[in-house]
C-alpha cells in the first residue's frame, strides 16, 4: 500500500496519522525533506498557517513542497491546510507563505467571532453515507474559486471543501469527529494517483 504522510511541523499530526489509519492507510510523519520525497500522498493538518509556514521555510521544505505539488502529488489540507494548500491568502499575515496548487483564494478567521467555532452536518460531494459533521474552529473559508476547482460543501454560500485534481481541502477538521470518510476519500485519490 501506498505510504501517505501527514506533515509534522506544527497542528493536529496525530489526529490526522490516526484517522489515516483508521481510514486503512500507511501513515507516517513527514519533517525533513528525505522524508517528504518517501511518501505518496500528504495531509497537511489543522494548526496555525503562519507558524506552520514559517517552519515549513525554517525547515527547507516549504520549495519541496511547492515542487512536489506541482509535480501532481495529491494532498489533502484541513483548515489551516487548507490555507497552506491555496494559492491565495486574502489577508495573509507578513511573512506567511503557502504551498498553494489549489486555485482559489481563502479568507481566514472567516467566521467571525461570534462563530470561532461551530459545529455543523454538512453534505460534502465524494463522501456517501450521509452528512460529515463539521467541526469549525477559527476556520477560514473559500472567497473564490477558479473554473478547475469543484466546490464539495458550502455553508451560507462559502465553500468550505473543495477539490482541484489530486489536491483536497476542507475548513473543517474530520480528524477530530471520529467519521473517517473524508480521509478514506483522501486515500482513494492516493490509490488512484498511484
Ligand atoms: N485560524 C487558523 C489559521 O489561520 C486555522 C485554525 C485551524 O486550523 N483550526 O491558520
Redesign the pocket.
Known amino acids: 500500500t501506498a505510504v501517505i504522510g501527514v506533515l509534522a511541523l506544527q497542528?493536529d499530526v496525530r489526529e490526522h496519522l490516526a484517522a489515516l489509519a483508521a481510514a486503512g492507510a500507511r501513515a507516517v510523519p513527514v519533517r525533513r525533506p528525505a522524508e517528504l520525497a518517501e511518501v505518496s500522498g500528504l495531509v497537511v493538518p489543522?494548526?496555525?498557517?503562519?507558524t506552520?509556514s514559517k517552519l515549513a521555510v525554517a525547515f527547507g521544505l516549504l520549495e519541496p513542497l511547492r515542487a512536489r505539488v506541482r509535480a501532481g502529488m495529491p494532498a489533502y489540507g484541513?483548515?489551516?491546510?487548507m490555507?497552506m494548500l491555496a494559492d491565495k491568502i486574502l489577508d495573509p499575515r507578513s511573512g506567511q507563505e503557502t504551498v498553494g496548487g489549489i486555485d482559489m483564494i481563502v479568507r481566514?478567521?472567516a467566521f467571525g467571532r461570534q462563530n470561532e467555532s461551530f459545529e455543523v452536518p454538512l453534505d460534502m460531494a465524494g463522501v456517501p453515507g450521509g452528512p460529515v459533521h463539521g467541526v469549525f474552529?477559527?476556520?477560514?473559508w473559500v472567497e473564490s474559486t477558479g473554473a478547475g476547482v469543484e466546490r464539495l460543501a458550502e455553508v451560507d454560500g462559502h465553500a468550505v471543501a473543495v477539490r482541484q485534481g489530486p489536491l483536497l481541502a476542507t475548513s473543517f477538521?474530520p480528524e477530530l469527529t471520529g467519521d473517517h470518510r473524508v480521509h478514506a476519500l483522501f486515500a482513494d485519490m492516493v490509490r488512484r494517483a498511484g
Not at 46 to 50: H, Q
Not at 78 to 81: E, F, I, T
Not at 137 to 140: E, K, L, N, S, Y
Open positions: 497542528g489543522g494548526g496555525e498557517s503562519t506552520m484541513s483548515c489551516a491546510g490555507i481566514r478567521n474552529i477559527r476556520a477560514p477538521h
